[in-house]
């Protein structure tokens, strides 16, 4: 059975820093790149940072850039997201995704609140 489970959000100021987990299960981690992505109500999903299967290469939103990253431990099946100066805008709900590195096979973890505010 496939499982990602997302862990580590909750509330915290402006200009703090929360490091978000996703543990998978259920897949052949090192065969997958993996997603972190963001919603907020009425919103589309927002593509936030991305890794490669053997975490050679990583991309970020542009609204990221040099605030967040991301990383991977293929040896615990888990990716992570360090987030620092945290803004307003950074809330939301954080998903973690898996897509097969090869084609379009992914699997979407359940969410993990993010709020920023004093």
């Known amino acids: 059975q496939v499982q990602l489970v997302e862990s580590g959000g909750g509330l915290v100021q402006p200009g703090g820093t929360l490091r978000l987990s996703c543990a998978a299960s259920?897949?052949?981690?090192?065969?997958?790149?993996m997603k972190w992505y963001r919603q907020t109500p009425g919103k589309e999903r927002e593509l936030v940072a991305r890794i490669t299967r053997t975490g050679s290469s990583t991309d970020y939103a542009d609204s990221v850039k040099g605030r967040f990253t991301i990383s991977r431990d293929n040896a615990k099946s888990a990716v992570y997201l360090l987030m620092n100066s945290l803004k307003s805008e950074d809330t939301a709900v954080y998903y973690c995704?898996?897509?097969?590195?090869?084609?379009?096979?992914?699997?979407w973890g359940q969410g993990t609140q993010v709020t920023v505010s004093s």
């Open positions: 259920g897949f052949t981690f090192s065969l997958y790149d």
């Open positions: 995704n898996a897509q097969v590195y090869w084609g379009t096979l992914n699997y």
